[in-house]
């Protein structure tokens, strides 16, 4: 008899893929473009910065902050797009303010030397007094930016779009191995040893798988049924010890910790005192 075989659902593109990559000869040309205009305009406030009286060694700085904060204000507004809407605004504003300086400047450059027989930059008290704010105001703006950029911004190494992110541990219910069913034969002998007991008064608990895959510790056995599988080991021993006593158990399949199996050391010593003081016939 045939049997037909429906065809598998070719996967959907992903997002990523489907994203044209620009072109080297746009690259080219965005970088000629940035790179004619960022020396223009570093020489215009090169010039500003030299009739705001600053010394003409330091005077290279002052493009630098002007120029970069509004080339770094591109990025952190792309960092942000999933931030919360205070930090998109904040982001926004810094680089209006950084593009309007640097507008501000380059036209009062052209203003003031545009006059017949001007050669030498030279300011109002006025212009002065608000390009020499710049400089703390812009130290200001880039550490806020940069702990928003810190806080908001997705890591390099974070999962791409659409793929969720690592959350909180979740707790794997594991359950317990079943007990095999009695088949009514005697269990068997293991190195002139009998066999624990298996059957559990108590329902079993589900073992706990947490986020970091180790299981949590789950009670095998009750006290008195680790005492009975210690005594089953021990018959002859009036007194065991604790190593002894958790090699039994472990004999048995089972688990206990250091104080349960102190427990049953003392139960089986109690049991045994109590067999001793009892009169014989």
């Not at 300011?123 to 928003?148: C, D, E, M, Q």
């Amino acid at each position: 008899m045939s049997t037909s075989v429906s065809p598998t659902p070719s996967a959907p593109i992903p997002e990523r893929t489907r994203r044209r990559r620009a072109r080297p000869l746009d690259s080219l040309a965005i970088l000629l473009l940035g790179g004619s205009a960022c020396t223009l305009s570093f020489d215009a406030l090169r010039q500003v910065a030299l009739a705001s009286h600053v010394r003409p060694v330091l005077a290279y700085l002052f493009p630098i902050i002007i120029d970069g904060f509004i080339g770094y204000g591109v990025r952190a507004i792309l960092l942000l797009r999933d931030a919360p809407p205070s930090a998109r605004r904040y982001a926004w504003t810094l680089f209006a303010a950084a593009s309007s300086a640097s507008l501000w400047a380059n036209a009062l450059h052209a203003i003031r030397l545009n006059s017949p027989g001007t050669h030498i930059l030279v300011l109002g008290n006025a212009p002065v007094g608000v390009l020499s704010t710049i400089a703390p105001l812009a130290l200001g703006g880039a550490t806020h930016l940069h702990i928003l950029v810190t806080r908001h911004a997705p890591s390099p190494e974070s999962a791409p779009a659409g793929t969720p992110g690592p959350g909180p541990a979740v707790t794997e219910q594991v359950p317990a191995a079943a007990s095999p069913a009695p088949s009514g034969k005697a269990p068997a002998e293991t190195s002139g040893r009998k066999a624990a007991p298996t059957r559990r008064t108590a329902p079993s608990r589900p073992r706990t798988r947490t986020g970091t895959g180790r299981p949590g510790r789950r009670a095998d056995a009750s006290i008195d049924e680790l005492a009975t599988v210690i005594a089953t080991a021990y018959p002859d021993s009036a007194q065991v010890s604790r190593a002894e006593a958790r090699e039994a158990i472990q004999a048995a399949g089972l688990s206990a910790g250091n104080d349960r199996v102190a427990q049953a050391v003392a139960r089986l010593a109690e049991s045994r005192s109590e067999q001793a003081q009892l009169p014989t016939a």
